[in-house]
């Protein structure tokens, strides 16, 4: 069984900074990529930042929103996945959800989620 456990949220002003984690554990084979989405009261989950490897080199990729502001990393040997957030705006407020696309021992790829953890910025 694999689980994904966040930390990290919580509520800041605006202009100010977070930092999230996301630890994936369990039956764990290989991991192709895993990311961060978040969905805002009354929208659509929306992708952050998601991070992929190919061989020693990772790959991000960020959503226009938060470009210059966000910064995903990943620490390979612990399964764990980072997002730093700078200059945080109002419109950043939303449930942030990690993800990993992983192989299970004895499974196929597959996406894997976590619970969700929230960020608020209001002054």
């Known amino acids: 069984q694999v689980q994904l456990v966040e930390s990290g949220g919580g509520l800041v002003q605006p202009g100010g900074s977070l930092r999230l984690s996301c630890a994936a554990s369990?039956?764990?084979?290989?991991?192709?990529?895993m990311g961060w989405y978040r969905q805002a009261p009354g929208k659509q989950r929306e992708l952050v930042a998601r991070i992929t490897s190919g061989g020693n080199t990772n790959y991000a990729n960020y959503a226009d929103s938060v470009k210059g502001r966000f910064t995903i990393s990943r620490d390979t040997a612990k399964n764990t996945v980072y997002l730093q957030m700078s200059s945080l705006k109002p419109e950043d407020t939303a449930v942030y959800y990690c993800?990993?696309?992983?192989?299970?021992?004895?499974?196929?790829?597959?996406?894997?989620w976590g619970q969700g953890t929230q960020v608020t910025v209001s002054s």
């Open positions: 369990g039956s764990i084979f290989a991991i192709s990529a």
């Open positions: 993800n990993a696309y992983l192989r299970a021992a004895g499974r196929a790829l597959d996406d894997y």
